[in-house]
């Protein structure tokens, strides 16, 4: 099965860091993209940007609307995603307890599954 890891962050944790603090930080989530790969479990891996750098996009009565952050509403970001491989729920909460960022961040882990699927509900 495939879960998603998100790493859901406090908006303003980056700027705490200093920029070694911030490229150490980062060295330890790519060497557990390494594990993961290693271990056959990585199906994908990405880092964003902050969320000054966001656009969100709607579109209602057939208008597109755009709001650039950052978005002063909000009080989390996702930070980042591990995709993998897992043989069932446990497993996959496993690997979020090894992931770094777990450590400064929250992990949400999430089954991929249809939006229409009753059972995920």
């Known amino acids: 099965m495939r879960y998603m890891l998100l790493i859901v962050e406090p908006t303003g944790q980056r700027a705490e860091r ?9 060295a330890r989530m790519r060497a557990f993209a390494d594990e993961l ?7 994908a891996v990405e880092s964003l940007a902050a969320m000054s750098q966001a656009t969100r996009v709607q579109v209602r009565g057939g208008k597109r609307q755009l709001l650039d952050g950052p978005f002063t509403e909000a009080k989390e970001m996702v930070g980042g995603f591990y995709l993998v491989d897992c043989s069932g729920p446990e ?3 496993a690997l979020a307890a090894r992931c770094p960022a777990a450590e400064w961040a929250t992990v949400e882990v999430r089954p991929a599954a249809p939006c229409y699927d009753e059972s995920r509900r």
Do not use: S
């Open 18 to 26: 200093t920029r070694a603090e911030g490229e150490a930080a980062y």
């Open 37 to 43: 790969q290693a271990e056959g479990r990585l199906l």
């Open 91 to 93: 497993e996959a909460l």
